[in-house]
């Protein structure tokens, strides 16, 4: 019976160190500073010709504030404001948000787009950063006709 005793508690400190080492590493995931947050607003199916409207909300963990370009690509040839590339300066304290009208003819497929680029006279002073890797972002959409 001891020996059933010791297997049962060298695999309770074994799970108790598992834990400990996931939690550990979890704690140090959530220290890292994420250079953007997008969250996305499209409805997910529209009739035809009814014009629709994307919401795109982006913010940053960064300290620095950084000029975020952002735009919509399409499988479909597509008309109007949905061409339109915004640049706007983002810092941690201020979120942004963009928006997009188009018209729905047919079931598009569509991806929303921020890259993350050195531009001059878009944030106060010029003081803005580029992160050394991952400055484009994007998300895939498919807004389905009814």
Same mark, same amino acid.
């Given at each position: 019976?001891?020996?059933?005793?010791?297997?049962?508690?060298?695999?309770?400190?074994f799970l108790v160190l598992c834990l400990q080492l996931g939690i550990?590493?979890?704690?140090?995931?959530?220290?890292?500073?994420?250079?953007?947050?997008?969250?996305?607003?499209?409805?997910?199916?529209?009739?035809?010709?009814?014009?629709?409207?994307?919401?795109?909300?982006?913010?940053?963990?960064?300290?620095?504030?950084? @000029?975020?370009?952002?735009?919509? @690509?399409?499988?479909e040839p597509m008309e109007g404001a949905f061409n339109y590339v915004? &640049?706007?300066?983002?810092?941690?304290?201020?979120?942004?948000?963009?928006?997009?009208?188009?018209?729905?003819?047919?079931?598009?497929?569509?991806?929303?787009?921020?890259?993350? @680029?050195?531009?001059?006279?878009?944030?106060?002073?010029?003081?803005?950063?580029?992160?050394? &890797?991952?400055?484009?972002?994007?998300a895939y959409n498919i807004v389905r006709m009814t």
């Amino acid at each position: 019976m001891q020996g059933l005793s010791f297997t049962f508690s060298a695999a309770t400190l074994f799970l108790v160190l598992c834990l400990q080492l996931g939690i550990i590493e979890s704690q140090d995931d959530e220290n890292v500073r994420k250079p953007l947050l997008m969250e996305l607003d499209v409805p997910r199916t529209a009739q035809q010709n009814e014009q629709i409207t994307v919401q795109l909300t982006v913010e940053t963990q960064y300290r620095e504030c950084m @000029v975020v370009k952002a735009y919509l @690509v399409s499988n479909e040839p597509m008309e109007g404001a949905f061409n339109y590339v915004q &640049t706007r300066c983002l810092c941690n304290d201020h979120p942004i948000k963009f928006f997009w009208d188009m018209e729905i003819k047919k079931t598009v497929t569509f991806a929303t787009v921020i890259d993350i @680029v050195q531009e001059k006279n878009i944030c106060p002073n010029d003081m803005a950063v580029v992160p050394i &890797t991952g400055n484009r972002y994007y998300a895939y959409n498919i807004v389905r006709m009814t």
